[in-house]
């Protein structure tokens, strides 16, 4: 049974970091392309940021260049998201998803997700 596990939510003020990670289990990551996701209130699900496989290659929402990082660590078999420069819009529940090899283009196909962790950005 895949199970995706985030952590590391919370509150932080406008401005600070946060890191969140995404434990995995039933499935190597290493097989995997590993992303994150943001569902804000009253709002869609949206990407964030993804990685490949191999980690040779990353993705990320134009909202959040230049401020937020996605690594991972297949010994672990954790993907973390490293986010600074926090904005109140930044507040949402993320999620942390999987799918084989390549980061599949829509949210429809990605395979396996997480059960969220709340990330609030208070102003």
């Known amino acids: 049974q895949v199970q995706l596990v985030e952590s590391g939510g919370g509150l932080v003020q406008t401005g600070g970091s946060l890191r969140v990670s995404c434990a995995a289990s039933?499935?190597?990551?290493?097989?995997?392309?590993m992303g994150w996701f943001r569902q804000a209130p009253g709002k869609e699900r949206e990407f964030v940021v993804a990685i490949n496989w191999s980690g040779s290659s990353t993705y990320y929402a134009d909202p959040v260049k230049g401020r937020f990082t996605i690594s991972r660590d297949n010994a672990k078999n954790t993907v973390y998201l490293q986010m600074n420069s926090l904005k109140p819009e930044d507040t949402a529940v993320y999620y942390c998803?999987?799918?084989?090899?390549?980061?599949?283009?829509?949210?429809?196909?990605?395979?396996?997700w997480g059960q969220g962790t709340q990330v609030t950005v208070s102003s």
């Open positions: 039933g499935l190597l990551i290493r097989n995997y392309a």
């Open positions: 998803a999987a799918v084989y090899r390549e980061p599949a283009s829509s949210m429809e196909q990605w395979t396996y």
